[in-house]
């Protein structure tokens, strides 16, 4: 007779499985400030990472109790981008990241108007009975718009910017900074305007870069610079506003002015103030001090006369524009005085034609000069 069998086999107790997804760092939310054009948090400083975990727990205790997340096997990260009606795939290495353990690091700014969608999928094997287990997961993730307005406009100078001429500024820069808050505006989302006033029409003008010699650049920027030399009295505004709320506009004034502040001019004798029968020549000078002390090279900033007269009811002669100067005995005479008088001088300016042309050198750079800035009295 034949020999007849029956098979059987080990019934093993099922797996108790437990499938998660940890947030390692970052958030799956995030709020845009359209003000400062900034996403909070900023996926490309702080990531949104992610991590499977499965926790396995056998009843026989073949497999020990633990998280086998990194024993998942066929494990697909897919991330896609939708924005009006279509979609399109993140790109692995640019957008985000997939470590050796299976977690994800998302790097990209998800911008108001679209929908990341994350989807998850991985299998795990238990060799023992011969079994495979799907785990699955899927997440959606978008940004808020949130807009928090506090503008305000900081010039960074005080309302009268004294340029003093004793001191070099070159190039002087004045900074104005529009803030949302406390956190200044990138400068990409700002708009900036700055103006002159016109003296003689009585209003705001645009800068010119031909006309208007003391400017030198970012009359449509955030800081301007003006040239010190040519300064005399410019008064400027500026008006700022967000790109993003160009009804919210905000103004304010400078006033750059060439200043030299407390000074004195002393004319005097520096030697026959007293006339002796052997005197054959005296010497007059004239000083300028201000705070400082005295000023070297005064006539670099000063229009100097000297003046000298015999006596005290003769009249003024002038000894010519000059710090110093020396009268011959056969012109003195007793009770002699000097004089001077000392104007400030103005910064400089171009010279103009009749015609309003303004001259200039033979490689077409403006002829400039400096001129007193008040009249002569008491001569």
């Given at each position: 007779m034949r020999l007849k069998s029956t098979g059987g086999r080990i019934v093993h107790s099922p797996l108790s499985f437990s499938f998660q997804m940890l947030e390692l760092g970052g958030s799956s939310s995030q709020k845009y400030d359209a003000v400062s054009a900034s996403f909070i948090p900023n996926r490309q400083l702080t990531p949104y990472m992610l991590r499977p975990q499965l926790v396995i727990d056998d009843p026989e205790r073949v497999i020990a109790a633990g998280d086998y997340a990194?024993?998942?096997?066929?494990?697909?990260?897919?991330?896609?981008l939708c924005k009006g009606g279509n979609s399109s795939r993140l790109k692995a290495g640019s957008d985000y990241t997939v470590s050796s353990g299976n977690a994800l690091s998302i790097s990209r700014n998800v911008a108001t108007g679209e929908v990341v969608n994350i989807e998850f999928s991985a299998d795990y094997l238990d060799k023992t009975r011969g079994t495979v287990s799907h785990f699955s997961w899927h997440k959606s993730l978008s940004t808020q718009e949130e807009t928090?307005?506090?503008?305000?406009?900081?010039?960074?100078?005080?309302?009268?910017?004294?340029?003093?001429p004793f001191k070099?500024?070159?190039?002087?820069?004045?900074?104005?900074?529009?803030?949302?808050?406390?956190?200044?505006?990138?400068?990409?989302?700002?708009?900036?305007?700055?103006q002159v006033f016109d003296y003689d029409s009585r209003q705001w003008r645009d800068i010119s870069d031909s006309d208007d010699?003391?400017?030198?650049?970012g009359k449509s920027a955030g800081t301007i610079t003006v040239r010190q030399d040519f300064v005399q009295r410019v008064f400027l505004r500026v008006t700022a506003y967000s790109k993003a709320?160009?009804?919210?506009?905000?103004?304010?004034?400078?006033?750059?002015?060439?200043?030299?502040?407390?000074?004195?001019?002393?004319?005097?004798f520096a030697f026959a103030k007293f006339i002796m029968t052997d005197t054959r020549q005296a010497q007059v000078?004239?000083?300028?001090?201000?705070?400082?002390?005295?000023?070297?090279?005064?006539?670099?900033?000063?229009?100097?006369?000297?003046?000298?007269?015999?006596?005290?009811?003769?009249?003024?002669?002038?000894?010519?524009?000059?710090?110093?100067?020396?009268?011959?005995?056969?012109?003195?005479?007793?009770?002699?005085?000097?004089?001077?008088i000392c104007r400030e001088l103005s910064a400089f300016v171009p010279l103009a034609m009749s015609d309003g042309s303004v001259l200039v050198t033979p490689d077409?750079?403006?002829?400039?000069?400096?001129?007193?800035?008040?009249?002569?009295?008491?001569?």
């Open positions: 990194a024993f998942l096997v066929n494990v697909v990260w897919s991330l896609t928090s307005v506090s503008l305000q406009l900081d010039l960074k100078a005080p309302k009268k910017l004294n340029l003093s070099s500024y070159g190039d002087f820069p004045i900074e104005a900074v529009l803030s949302n808050g406390s956190e200044p505006m990138a400068a990409d989302r700002c708009v900036y305007l700055w010699f003391w400017y030198v650049s709320f160009p009804d919210r506009q905000f103004s304010d004034t400078v006033l750059v002015r060439r200043w030299y502040g407390q000074w004195e001019d002393s004319p005097e000078q004239v000083t300028v001090t201000n705070r400082q002390g005295d000023i070297t090279d005064p006539q670099r900033f000063f229009d100097i006369e000297l003046f000298y007269r015999s006596a005290p009811k003769a009249p003024w002669e002038s000894l010519g524009n000059a710090t110093t100067a020396f009268i011959e005995r056969d012109q003195m005479s007793t009770d002699h005085e000097v004089g001077d077409g750079k403006p002829v400039v000069a400096q001129f007193p800035t008040s009249s002569k009295e008491g001569v």
